[in-house]
């Protein structure tokens, strides 16, 4: 039902997320947006619809990435490397994430605690591009960096998936 509503009222909430842009606001409907394409498996216009929103937060300025919302520019890149990663762009990806890492360390209103848990679902992430790179130690040393983050956290059920990739 959420697909149908989605598919059928896309313009407007396309035309709602200009509109957060424009003003520079919060872009949480792009992340609806960004789910519904998944959930259509259209990574072609999740791509495309990343790659307009991404270049859009360019002009948000260093006040919005440190307030309560600064973590949506974070979550958007990320995710704009997923679609990059899907669609094996595998540099591009890398750029992203490594670009989603500098804006974790910038953001001043989530606790530490998150942010080193974000961090390490990128880091992890970044292993999964260098090893689809044939980069092995690499993508070893990012997965390290994951594992540790999730040690240090006590979050044991993502260090499962981790793990698994290591011995992958």
């Known amino acids: 039902l959420g697909i149908f509503f989605c598919r059928l009222e896309y313009e407007n909430l396309y035309n709602g997320l200009q509109i957060c842009l424009d003003k520079r606001e919060s872009i949480s409907i792009y992340f609806c947006l960004n789910e519904y394409f998944k959930l259509i498996n259209d990574n072609p216009s999740n791509l ?3 790659e307009i929103v991404c270049q859009r937060l360019d002009n948000y300025s260093t006040t919005f990435i440190k307030s309560e919302l600064g973590y949506e520019i974070a979550f958007a890149i990320s995710r704009f490397g997923n679609c990059q990663l899907t669609a094996q762009q595998y540099k591009e990806s890398r ?6 890492l500098q804006i974790y360390d910038n953001l001043e209103s989530q606790e530490e ?8 679902v ?3 992430q970044l292993g999964i591009v260098a090893q689809e790179m044939r980069e092995y130690a690499q993508a070893r040393d ?11 956290f006590g979050d044991r059920f993502t260090q499962a998936s981790t793990y698994h990739q290591l011995g992958m």
């Not at 750029?95 to 989603?100: L, P, V």
């Not at 960096?145 to 040690?151: C, D, E, H, V």
């Open 122 to 124: 990128t880091y992890h």
């Open 48 to 50: 495309k619809l990343a």
């Open 113 to 120: 605690r998150q942010k080193q848990l974000w961090k390490a």
């Open 142 to 152: 990012f997965y390290q960096q994951a594992l540790s983050i999730k040690i240090e």
């Open 95 to 100: 750029n992203s994430y490594e670009k989603t």
